[in-house]
T-cell receptor, first 113, second 112 residues
Framework: GENVEQHPSTLSVQEGDSAVIKCTYS??????FPWYKQELGKRPQLIID?????GEKKDQRIAVTLNKTAKHFSLHITETQPEDSAVYFCAASRPGGSYIPTFGRGTSLIVHP | DAGVTQSPTHLIKTRGQHVTLRCSPISGHKSVSWYQQVLGQGPQFIFQYYEKEERGRGNFPDRFSARQFPNYSSELNVNALLLGDSALYLCASSFQGRETQYFGPGTRLLVL
């Protein structure tokens, strides 16, 4: 089955810095890669996703890049703010009868004011 | 427009007991997935249902079962609870079980 590795497990940055979280996946058939943000005690919320037919996608301060050849994808957050502090999860899923994502273990992002 | 709802929010059980967790999807969504999230890890897939049919099952023992009702709500049942079943149980809904999934607030289960 699919295996998703996520690094780093913890990331501490100063407000205004950029943050990058990286994930690798094992199944070359995976073609959908969502990123979720989970604040303490709350539900995971989708913040951005990318499909394998594109290499990069941006939404304001958030961007995701995908390298299909190397089977890795990354989340980039620019101009970080304290409210960006949360646990971020990447996931990968393959096409078929159902899109069942495999999640990474999460990255705890801490943004210091 | 209501999002995914789950009940109860918290639950305390003892080993060997049975538990039923409930989920109502976003209006118009016909697929529900269940996940187990233990502290410090990402959600682990348990089941996916679409139109009352099981579409996928994760690597969980037969003590875990689920079903989906005609109104697309769903129940997750866990029998013979173990201490290791303590976790946050998340339900997610999607349109036809495709791609984008929206999570509910979860049910936090503690097994003593």
């Amino acid at each position: 089955g699919e295996n998703v590795e996520q690094h780093p497990s913890t990331l501490s940055v100063q407000e205004g810095d950029s943050a990058v979280i990286k994930c690798t996946y094992s199944d070359s058939a995976s073609n959908y890669f969502p990123w979720y943000k989970q604040e303490l005690g709350k539900r995971p919320q989708l913040i951005i996703d990318i499909r394998s037919n594109v290499g990069e996608k941006k939404d304001q301060r958030i961007a995701v890049t995908l390298n299909k050849t190397a089977k890795h994808f990354s989340l980039h957050i620019t101009e970080t703010q304290p409210e960006d502090s949360a646990v971020y999860f990447c996931a990968a899923s393959r096409p078929g009868g159902s899109y069942i994502p495999t999640f990474g273990r999460g990255t705890s992002l801490i943004v210091h004011p | 427009d209501a999002g995914v709802t789950q009940s109860p929010t918290h639950l305390i059980k003892t080993r060997g007991q049975h538990v039923t967790l409930r989920c109502s999807p976003i209006s118009g969504h016909k697929s529900v997935s269940w996940y187990q999230q233990v502290l410090g890890q990402g959600p682990q897939f348990i089941f996916q249902y679409y139109e009352k049919e099981e579409r996928g099952r994760g690597n969980f023992p037969d003590r875990f079962s689920a079903r989906q009702f005609p109104n697309y709500s769903s129940e997750l049942n866990v029998n013979a609870l173990l201490l290791g079943d303590s976790a946050l149980y998340l339900c997610a809904s999607s349109f036809q079980g495709r791609e984008t999934q929206y999570f509910g607030p979860g049910t936090r289960l503690l097994v003593l």
